[in-house]
Structure formats: structure tokens, C-alpha cells
T-cell receptor
Framework: KNEVEQSPQNLTAQEGEFITINCSYS?????LHWLQQHPGGGIVSLFMLSSGKKKHGRLIATINIQEKHSSLHITASHPRDSAVYIC??????????FGTGTRLQVFP | KAGVTQTPRYLIKTRGQQVTLSCSPISGHRSVSWYQQTPGQGLQFLFEYFSETQRNKGNFPGRFSGRQFSNSRSEMNVSTLELGDSALYLC????????????FGSGTRLTVV
């Protein structure tokens, strides 16, 4: 069993829809990261959080430490949000343990 | 400020050859980590360097090695290339104070034929 599990693996949405991607982990962590990877490979770090909730524009990330679960929400989704979203956890080092990613496609 | 720069962007090598990839971190970032991404295994941690010392290592064979220079630039080397080494190699840099908050480069796509 992977230490970091994401769901769903694939997600399609119509422009404007509210999107939720889930991440569960089984190890103790110091922080959880949400990353975005566009075709071509470059990765952008969206959030790093260790408790509570963070918001950046249309993106919201939450984490529940007791339940070892995090969610990434996208409000008013747009085709440019189409990407692979990756959850990763770190344990007091720069070694990240990654989930398998969620491929999101938003259609106009 | 300039981001994390990886060179080259694309590389084709034949089995048995060796390859060196380069990563220039963000100015002021002293920690550099390397990751391998393949369709089958996803993203996996290779190693981390800080102040020219390897601080952390993933589960990869000894053919994978790296080093860091005094200006924090890092290189990774893969010797005796195998077809399965074909992957996107990503590096990420961070400050030591804010470990885990990494900035990624665009990656080097290595194809072994």
C-alpha cells in the first residue's frame, strides 16, 4: 500500500464547476504539499501546510492531521486548471513522498 | 528572481553510456533535491544535497550519484544507462530554514535507447 494515496486518479469537469481532490497518508508528517504539473513536466508548488487551511486565489487546501487527510479544492474551475495535481508529504527533511497524482481536465 | 534552472531540457543516450544533468538552484537556496519521474513509478526521491554534502538518499542503485558545488549548483550522474532510466529528472531547491518548501525546475527529459 502506498504511503500517500490520492483520489480520484482522473477527473473531468465543465468550466465553472467546483472540484475536490483528496489525499490520504499513512505516515507521520511535518508538512503536506500540493503540487501542480502541466504537460511538459514543470512542477509548481501550490501549497505547503501542516494544519488548518490555506487559500490562494481560487485554490483552497485543507488538512486534518488527526484523520491524516487533505483536500485540494478549486472553485470556478477553468480550462487552464487542467493539469496533474500531486499530493506529497515531508518528514522534517526535503525528501518528499509523492502520491500518484490526479489528472484533471476542465472543458469549456 | 531567477527560478531553478535545469540543463539540458532533453537528452537522448544509448544503453551503457553515462549522463550528467545539471541544476542551478534559486540564489540563496542551499538545499537541492533530485527526483525521478516515470509513468510506472511516479515521482521518486533520489537524493538531497546541502552545503556540498549528501544529506538524504532514496532507494536507487549506486549508478545514480550526485554532487553539489560551493555555489550550490548540483549535478547528478547516471552511469551504465539502462532503458528503464528513461524518465523526467526534476530538481528542487529550498532554503534550510524553510525545508520542504521547494521550488522545482522544469526537468530534464532523458531518453535511453
Amino acid at each position: 500500500k502506498n504511503e500517500v494515496e490520492q483520489s480520484p486518479q482522473n477527473l473531468t469537469a465543465q468550466e465553472g464547476e467546483f472540484i475536490t481532490i483528496n489525499c490520504s497518508y499513512s505516515v507521520g508528517i511535518s508538512a503536506l504539499h500540493w503540487l501542480q504539473q502541466h504537460p511538459g513536466g514543470g512542477i509548481v508548488s501550490l501549497f505547503m501546510l501542516s494544519s488548518g487551511k490555506k487559500k490562494h486565489g481560487r485554490l483552497i487546501a485543507t488538512i486534518n492531521i488527526q484523520e491524516k487527510h487533505s483536500s485540494l479544492h478549486i472553485t470556478a474551475s477553468h480550462p487552464r486548471d487542467s493539469a496533474v495535481y500531486i499530493c506529497a508529504v515531508s518528514r522534517n527533511t526535503d525528501k518528499l513522498i509523492f502520491g500518484t497524482g490526479t489528472r484533471l481536465q476542465v472543458f469549456p | 528572481k531567477a527560478g531553478v534552472t535545469q540543463t539540458p531540457r532533453y537528452l537522448i543516450k544509448t544503453r551503457g553510456q553515462q549522463v550528467t544533468l545539471s541544476c542551478s538552484p534559486i540564489s540563496g537556496h542551499r538545499s537541492v533535491s533530485w527526483y525521478q519521474q516515470t509513468p510506472g513509478q511516479g515521482l521518486q526521491f533520489l537524493f538531497e544535497y546541502f552545503s556540498e554534502t549528501q544529506r538524504n538518499k532514496g532507494n536507487f542503485p549506486g549508478r545514480f550519484s550526485g554532487r553539489q558545488f560551493s555555489n550550490s549548483r548540483s549535478e547528478m550522474n547516471v552511469s551504465t544507462l539502462e532503458l528503464g532510466d528513461s524518465a523526467l529528472y526534476l530538481c528542487a531547491s529550498s532554503t534550510d530554514r524553510d525545508r520542504g518548501s521547494s521550488t522545482f525546475g522544469s526537468g530534464t527529459r532523458l531518453t535511453v535507447v
